[in-house]
């Protein structure tokens, strides 16, 4: 006869439930689980300083709160079979939003307030530390140039936009040293941290942590995805704060998009002159899926609600279907705008559902665990007047990897008011597609050593580079450019170059392409 704890596995593992005669069993199972968790639990708020007990506790509620569910949840969260065909208007084309009348914008900025998820470290990128203090251009990191934004925005318009960041306990610490140098800006900067729930044994199904000091086992905790938001922003108290000073929505976005700045005409439709009369609660940001987007989480109709559909919710046979570009048109920018009084109702009257993303984990240890989290979008079922927008894809610039700094670092973009936008030297909108190799260029410090300085790209379509290579200053890559160094080979492309449609190859032969 298999453990509990086994048959608890297999679904993570995602296999096939037992026979439904075995149901009470599986019951008596889950409770077992939830009850040796919340035991677990109990135990570790006792290694905690005491004045730091009353709000963990409320905290590991909330986390048994998600453990619970996921024990509970069988199966993907949508029915292929059952969804439905995109209304009309479900997503609205951005070139039909009308900017608003110059005398309004600054009473519209008055009701907004900006929300960066500031949780993510450097660290895939070969950095320490919060990934916004990473420089991005002309020596300025992500933070710097979202606080340049906001100042241009409320000097401009004299308007009093404030910042909030959301941290993880990761970058935290960090985070509060370095807003110290904003103090003489016109930008109002809160913080607030989100959650720090414990890793989770893919054997036992308990907490790996054996105390509360998270600084000591940093491995053991995990920040739950950035669905916490909702949440967390209200036990802040900034919720309330804001809504009491009568602003009316938030923009959130992830710091390290760059294209993710105030957009006049989206708050001129939710605040302005084009405003609805049945309100809109709920604004995700969508853009044209390309085949490099093909994992990005997309829009669909569900049981009458707009949804976001990711990746992990869909069944094994229909991910092919989840990619196709023809089928689903559209990607999540995870730019959100949101109602501040109805993430207040959502919240006040616990109908926030958001899905649960499991995400299994190998840590250095060899150690197997599991970590529990929710996506932010996933929120849009939950209110009312839910509406997509097709924005440019100039809206969607983040920077994940080395290949992208190598975008927003080049001649294809200009800086100006802490904005970056597209050279109009380049003839088409489309940004050339980048794979530099993950062997030599995936660390910031090792990719800005092999060019002597970022190569004129206004013309570049594709660039793939792999193996050692260096680039000399001055070089210019157009059209489609391949350069590969054989192993144990190095290809040094000299100063003042013109590729055009080249391949090189090991021996730094120059070819047509």
């Known amino acids: 006869m298999s453990r509990p704890i086994d048959i608890l596995l297999e679904r993570v593992r995602g296999h096939q439930r037992a026979p439904s005669d075995s149901k009470e069993f599986h019951e008596l199972t889950k409770r077992d689980a939830l009850r040796q968790l919340e035991n677990d639990l109990d135990r570790l708020l006792q290694t905690a300083e005491p004045q730091r007990r009353p709000a963990l506790q409320l905290e590991m509620e909330r986390f048994a709160e998600l453990f619970g569910r996921f024990l509970q949840e069988e199966g993907p969260s ?18 039909s939003l009308k900017a608003p009348k110059n005398e309004q914008i600054r009473s519209m900025l008055d009701k907004l307030v900006v929300i960066k998820l500031n949780g993510g470290l450097g660290t895939s990128m070969g950095c320490h530390g919060p990934k916004s203090v990473i420089p991005v251009r002309s020596d300025l990191t992500f933070l710097d140039l979202t606080v340049q934004q906001i100042e241009h925005l409320n000097k401009t318009y004299d308007a009093n936009v404030p910042l909030v960041l959301m941290n993880s306990f990761n970058t935290d610490e960090d985070t509060e040293k370095i807003i110290r140098k904003y103090k003489g800006f016109r930008v109002q900067i809160y913080t607030f941290n989100q959650s720090c729930f414990p890793r989770i044994s893919r054997e036992s199904f308990l907490p790996i942590a054996k105390d509360f000091n998270v600084d000591t086992d940093i491995e053991a905790w995990y920040p739950p995805g950035h669905g916490d938001f909702y949440d967390t922003f209200r036990n802040s108290g900034l919720l309330k704060k804001f809504i009491d000073e009568g602003r009316e929505y938030c923009f959130l976005s992830n710091i390290d998009n760059l294209g993710a700045t105030v957009d006049l005409n989206i708050l001129n439709k939710l605040v302005g002159d084009e405003r609805d009369e049945k309100p809109v609660e709920f604004v995700m940001e969508v853009t044209d899926k390309t085949r490099a987007d093909v994992k990005g989480g997309t829009l669909i109709q569900f049981e009458d609600k707009l949804r976001l559909l990711e990746i992990a919710q869909v069944p094994k046979e229909h991910v092919d279907d989840f990619k196709s570009v023809k089928t689903f048109k559209f990607f999540n920018t995870n730019n959100i705008w949101a109602n501040l009084s109805a993430i207040d109702r959502v919240l006040r009257e616990r109908t926030l559902n958001l899905e649960i993303i499991i995400n299994n984990k190998t840590l250095e240890n060899g150690l197997r665990v599991i970590q529990l989290e929710t996506a932010v979008g996933a929120a849009m079922k939950c209110f009312n007047g839910a509406l997509g927008i097709n924005v440019p894809r100039s809206r969607f610039l983040p920077v994940k990897k080395t290949s992208d700094l190598l975008l927003v670092m080049s001649n294809l973009y200009n800086l100006k008011n802490g904005s970056l936008v597209m050279s109009p030297q380049r003839m088409f909108p489309t940004t050339p597609l980048v794979k530099l190799g993950e062997n030599h260029f995936a660390k910031v410090k090792e990719f800005l050593g092999r060019f002597a300085n970022i190569p004129d790209i206004i013309e570049l379509d594709h660039l793939t580079v792999s193996g050692d290579v260096t680039f000399g200053r001055g070089v210019s ?6 350069i590969i160094a054989n192993h144990g080979d190095r290809i040094d492309i000299p100063a003042g170059a013109i590729l055009e449609n080249k391949i090189v190859s090991g021996n730094m032969r120059i070819l047509d392409h």
Request: proline content about 4%.
């Open 78 to 95: 949508i029915d292929w079979n059952k969804m439905q065909k995109l209304p009309e208007n479900a997503v609205k084309d951005y070139g």
């Open 477 to 482: 890559l157009r059209g489609t450019v391949i």
